[in-house]
């Protein structure tokens, strides 16, 4: 049986991640989300296990102990990690993994694993971000300013990634996602692989 890829999808907070990523998994069970651990609050209407496996910080220095994260970060004032059991464990079931990740994570993982698909999600515009973070609702104004300041720096490293979608609309962004999955899988590798049963 062929194995999953595994997609790191990056932007800025507020642009829109975990609504585009929540429609092109509707209906799709050959898809897994991995659910990362934080130690930063549950938003309203997150759902521990769901969203985010939500743990004190000294859970989550236990779990660097044990080495159970495939990578791990701070950002903005709190840790998030990808727990590495469940994505391996989904990859060699056949699932492509999708990995909600900021910039310094989605480095360590391509280190680690160099084949690793890197998708970089943007605005269309600075003012639209703004709007959006301010209008989910969730955060200060203060934290939303170091959102931002965060943001110009992540777009910068845009150019590392494989490739640069736009979230306009939530269905160009989806459209966009599922066409780079696609071509993803029809790469000679794969498929000479899948051919010669190798
Ligand atoms: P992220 O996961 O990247 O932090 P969210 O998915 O929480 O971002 O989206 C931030 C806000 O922007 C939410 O209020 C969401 O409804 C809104 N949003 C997301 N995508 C779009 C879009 N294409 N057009 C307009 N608003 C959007
Ligand atoms: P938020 O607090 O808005 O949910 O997420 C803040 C940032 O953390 C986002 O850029 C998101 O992609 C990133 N993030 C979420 N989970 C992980 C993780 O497991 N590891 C890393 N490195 N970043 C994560």
């Known amino acids: 049986m062929k194995k999953g890829k595994t997609f790191i999808i990056s932007g800025p907070s507020g642009v ?3 609504t ?9 069970d050959d898809l897994y989300f991995s659910v990362s651990a934080t130690t930063r609050a549950a938003r ?3 759902v521990d296990g769901r969203d985010y496996h939500f743990i004190a ?4 220095r236990a779990m660097i102990e044990e080495e159970a994260f495939l990578e791990y970060a701070e950002y903005v004032g709190n840790f998030y990690g990808t ?3 469940y994505v391996d464990e989904a990859m060699e079931a056949g699932r492509d993994v999708i990995l909600d990740i900021e910039i310094q994570g989605a480095t360590q993982v391509c ?5 690793t698909v890197r998708i970089f999600i943007a605005p269309p515009s600075w003012e639209e971000l703004e709007r959006r973070l301010t209008a989910r609702g969730t955060d200060t104004p203060e934290k939303v300013q170091k959102r931002l300041l965060r943001a110009k720096v992540e777009m910068e ?4 990634y494989d490739y640069f979608v736009i979230n306009d609309t939530v269905e160009n962004a989806v459209k966009e996602l599922r066409a780079i999955m696609c071509a993803e899988h029809c790469k000679p590798a794969e498929r000479m692989n899948r051919i010669l049963k190798k």
Do not use: W
């Open 83 to 85: 727990p590495k059991k």
């Open 57 to 60: 910080a000294d859970r989550f």
């Open 44 to 46: 309203e209407g997150e």
């Open 111 to 115: 280190a680690k694993r160099p084949e």
């Open 157 to 160: 490293t845009a150019y590392d």
């Open 16 to 18: 829109g991640k975990s």
């Open 20 to 28: 585009v990523l929540r429609a092109l998994f509707e209906g799709r």
